[in-house]
């Protein structure tokens, strides 16, 4: 059965019938890394390269063990009984909710215990409670203070600086912790621009630099410009590199900060509070 299951890897790429697939994805590629559960490890790490060798074939680059997913401390299985649903998650809870769950709940290495109420709880205090705060507070300001019309960053970055900084770094974080399979650690480099984004609000207070704008302090007027593109260019950046994490979220934040005829859409809600509708 082995056999027959372990040289599907090959086959199913063309090997025997000389397909480019296997040229591309096997024979030439520069890393091929192996994906396997833990319990099966000595079938995949042992029997696998050694039928490779016999064969005069590449062997794999790396081999990439995950852990399981647990409910109850029980791995999910259907022989063993401990199943969910993942059409029924969807359907309930959204695709976005599901796959940040996985994202950012499940470790590089080790099990991680699933239930609804731990997926909901994530879904509403990164999505409702600082994701789609974040841009419903920025989009608003700009509307407020700027009518709807994104300012240029100018040239007084100095309380941007870190922010700017952090957006600059993610892309290159996110791709590190992606060659090294850790999603976890991924999705954390993304998030970082929101939590930067939060704390730059905190200390730059917009409000107070507008109502000193409108006092006739041109300094003032100057840095609430500079804050205002620097966290609308935090938002498109997050869109961007969400993208491939959460596609539905990412494209309404685009959307939301992408401007319209020179003025931002207006702000709308861009999430739904899973708690409440669970309760209702």
Request: hydrophobic letters at 45%; aromatic letters at 8%; proline letters at 5%.
């Amino acid at each position: 059965m082995w056999w027959d299951a372990l040289g599907n890897y090959v086959a199913s790429l063309g090997y025997r019938t000389g397909d480019p697939a296997y040229e591309k994805w096997w024979a030439t590629s520069a890393r091929r890394t192996h994906l396997v559960g833990k319990g099966v490890v000595r079938f995949h790490a042992v029997y696998w390269p050694a039928m490779l060798l016999s064969a005069g074939l590449p062997l794999p680059t790396d081999i990439l063990v995950h852990d399981y997913l647990t409910i109850d401390g029980r791995k999910i299985s259907k022989s063993g009984g401990a199943t969910v649903d993942p059409v029924a998650l969807t359907a309930a809870y959204g695709t976005d909710a599901v796959r940040w769950w996985l994202l950012r709940e499940v470790p590089r290495v080790g099990d991680a215990d699933f239930t609804p109420d731990r997926l909901i709880a994530r879904a509403d205090a990164d999505f409702a409670g600082r994701l789609g705060n974040l841009v419903h507070r920025i989009v608003t300001m700009v509307h407020r203070y700027r009518s709807g019309s994104v300012p240029t960053l100018g040239t007084d970055r100095f309380a941007v600086a870190t922010l700017l900084d952090v957006c600059g770094k993610a892309p290159a974080r996110i791709d590190a912790a992606l060659n090294d399979s850790d999603f976890r650690r991924a999705t954390g480099a993304a998030w970082g621009i929101v939590e930067e984004a939060n704390r730059c609000i905190d200390a730059t207070r917009p409000w107070e630099l507008a109502r000193a704008e409108r006092q006739g302090n041109a300094d003032a007027a100057e840095r609430l410009d500079a804050v205002l593109a620097s966290l609308v260019t935090a938002c498109r950046v997050l869109a961007e590199e969400l993208r491939p994490f959460i596609p539905d979220a990412a494209a309404r934040i685009a959307q939301q900060v992408t401007s319209v005829d020179g003025s931002l859409p207006a702000s709308t809600p861009l999430f739904r509070r899973l708690q409440q509708e669970q309760h209702a």
